[in-house]
Each structure stands twice: as C-alpha cells, then as structure tokens.
T-cell receptor
Framework: DTGVSQDPRHKITKRGQNVTFRCDPISEHNRLYWYRQTLGQGPEFLTYFQNEAQLEKSRLLSDRFSAERPKGSFSTLEIQRTEQGDSAMYLC????????????????FGAGTRLSVL | AQTVTQSQPEMSVQEAETVTLSCTYDTSESDYYLFWYKQPPSRQMILVIRQEAYKQQNATENRFSVNFQKAAKSFSLKISDSQLGDAAMYFCAYRSPFDGANSKLTFGKGITLSVRP
C-alpha cells in the first residue's frame, strides 16, 4: 500500500488551456474526495465519490470543472479554460466506508497537484 | 454550516519544549469528529490525532495530545518534547457525524509551526 498518489505534482499552464489531474486512492478505499487549497488557507471541499458515483459537488466547482471516477478506482479532475484564479494546490483524499470500525472516519491525503496558471 | 477557526497564523517553539496550537469551531451538532493534520512543506498532509466528541477522554498519540473542551468548542493540540521534524503547517478539521456530503472535512486556515534548534 503506497498511499494516495497524485499526478502530476506540478502543472504550469497558460490561461485558457485545459488541464487534467489524476488521483489514485489507497486500494479498497471506496470513497474519494477532491479539495482545493490556496496559499495561506486550509483545504476546501470540491467534490466526492463513493465508488464511481459522484455524490456531492461544492459550489466552488464551477461548470469549467469536471471530475470522474469511471471504474471506482482512480479519479480525474479536469479544468477547462483555466483562469488565474484557478491557481492552487489540488488535493485528493480517500477513505474507507464510514461504517467500518477500521475506517474511523479518517481521510488519507495525497501530496497534491500544484497548479499555476500564467 | 460548521466553521473552524485557527486564529494564530504562526507559532515558534524551542526544540525539546512544549507548544500548544489553538483551534475553535462552531457547530450545532452534538456529536462529531475533530482532527489535527500536519502538512510539511511540499509533502502530503498526514493525520496527527483524532477525537470523537462523545468521548470525554482527551486523545493522545505519543508526544501529541489534545485538550478537548466541548462546551467551549475548543480543540487545542499540545506537542511535547518538540522536534525539528515537527516543523510544518498544522490544520484543525471538523467532520459531521452524518454520512454523504457531510463526510467532507471542514478545515481551519492552519498554523505554521517553526522549531528552533
């Protein structure tokens, strides 16, 4: 078990371009979360999946953002027509179902993808 | 909606000494979960300690312990015998007891802790 993996670690793009990030959760974790963290702030929730179903999206997730988890394993987060305000760290986290005693409602985080929009 | 407040942006501690990081939160729920996460520079966020609100006993993990004051909605983290490797940003986080969208974490702004050798 290598933990939550995110790729790429850094992404620099020009305004107006599309970018896609990938997250590989811990195996057997059926829940996957995306958060956004701007400089000097704590992470803010964007969206979450239970298996392949996207069950909740934050108001922070504009129409330019789309997330998928096609087979209930890895997830992708795409941002279309990037804007300078999209510059942030994008964090992925995964967890076991909350009903499991082992889960303890703990989310495990990846190292994040740092996006810079020029 | 729940909110988490970390009013101290930065703190500093001498190596081997003790430091306390403050966190307050606001909620109307009677049961919930509180967490402290550590985020070293350019590295992933890791869980430091977890507290269940229905438990009176304060959680402890080796050098890390919490002072959970439910009535005051306060959840401070005490780091004993501080080590250089403790230098990081620390986030306090809240999780509702309910499932679904409520399973998300609500974070404070974080505290940057530096450790002086």
């Amino acid at each position: 078990d290598t933990g939550v993996s995110q790729d790429p670690r850094h992404k620099i793009t020009k305004r107006g371009q599309n970018v896609t990030f990938r997250c590989d959760p811990i195996s057997e974790h059926n829940r996957l979360y995306w958060y956004r963290q701007t400089l000097g702030q704590g992470p803010e929730f964007l969206t979450y999946f239970q298996n392949e179903a996207q069950l909740e999206k934050s108001r922070l997730l504009s129409d330019r953002f789309s997330a998928e988890r096609p087979k209930g394993s890895f997830s992708t987060l795409e941002i279309q027509r990037t804007e300078q305000g999209d510059s942030a760290m994008y964090l992925c986290a995964s967890s076991l179902p909350p009903g499991l005693e082992l889960a303890k409602n703990i989310q495990y985080f990846g190292a994040g993808t740092r996006l810079s929009v020029l | 909606a729940q909110t988490v407040t970390q009013s101290q942006p930065e703190m500093s501690v001498q190596e081997a000494e003790t430091v306390t990081l403050s966190c307050t939160y606001d909620t109307s729920e009677s049961d919930y979960y509180l967490f402290w996460y550590k985020q070293p520079p350019s590295r992933q966020m890791i869980l430091v300690i977890r507290q269940e609100a229905y438990k009176q006993q304060n959680a402890t993990e080796n050098r890390f312990s919490v002072n959970f004051q439910k009535a005051a909605k306060s959840f401070s983290l005490k780091i004993s015998d501080s080590q250089l490797g403790d230098a990081a940003m620390y986030f306090c986080a809240y999780r509702s007891p309910f499932d679904g969208a409520n399973s998300k974490l609500t974070f404070g702004k974080g505290i940057t802790l530096s450790v002086r050798p």
